[in-house]
């Protein structure tokens, strides 16, 4: 752990990150288990009318890696949860861009007619407003339990582009206007790659929703939810199991143990459930089909468990 110390990139050593239960110096390494659920996230799929340049799903056009979930296989998974009372207050829906798959509103009228909070990460462009006006009436319906997390990855055209490509600012930002206008429960999900502080970014995003009239406060930080930046091939500390008083925080308060997150891999007969968001493509990560499976230790045997999660302090539930 003496390496936390800041110091120059360079590539993850190849010892790293190698055995579930013990780190490359032969530490016991640091798990997380699933104390309660308290949101459960579904990959819609990896297809995406974008491709990013940093995208850690890798979504495309063409990537259908994973695939769409389908209303069935949600509904499947809120009985289960009801049926063993796991208490589970939000369904979280990731991509690819969720509004993609064509079981999208379907799925969401499921979710939140069984009293759960939904929240749905989209970068607000033509996929959802192709579905605007039934997304209006869920909104109509069943207001603030609906929240839209808008992927802006910085307060400026020039930046974001970058990353998402041209042309991708202006329908982003009528997407979101649009949301804004018609009285959505929205947040904000930027990136921290620019080499800005948290501040100077807040203070970036406040100026951009005074100016586009967005009804926001940029210092608010479920509001404005800034991740920090994810390269599994750059080198970072593994955690063991003296870390956790050394970086000032606890199992308890890592995603994987109040989260799951489920996906479905081409071509497979069902889908499989995952400790988060970050750790779709990884087998070694499956933690079986069910729910109920998915109660056990996670050892923290991965870049992004140490970046993003424990020394970055984020989480995708913001």
Known sequence: MDDIVAQPLRLLDPRKFRDRWTTADGEPRASVHL????TLWFCTGTLCNLTCEHCYIESSPSNDSLVYITT??????LDEIENEAYGTKTIAF????????????PILQAVLERGYDALVLTNAMKPMMKVSEPLLELQQQYGDRLTMRISIDHYSKDVHEQERGKRSWDPAIRGMQWLSEHGFHIDIAGRLFSGETDEQMRSGFARLFERQGINMDAWNRHQLVLFPEMDESLDVPEITTACWNKVGTKPDDQMCA??????KRKGADHPVVVPC??????????????????????????????????????????
């Open 72 to 77: 069935d296989e949600v509904v499947a998974y």
């Open 35 to 38: 104390k309660k659920l308290e």
């Open 258 to 263: 109040t989260s799951r997150m489920v996906i």
């Open 277 to 318: 968001t970050l750790l779709p493509y990884q087998p070694e990560f499956e933690l079986g089909q069910t729910l109920k499976e998915s109660f056990q230790e996670v050892p923290l045997n991965h870049p992004h468990c140490a970046k993003f999660c424990v020394l970055g302090g984020a989480s995708c539930s913001g």
């Open 94 to 105: 990731t991509g690819g861009e969720p509004f993609m798959n064509p079981d999208m509103i």
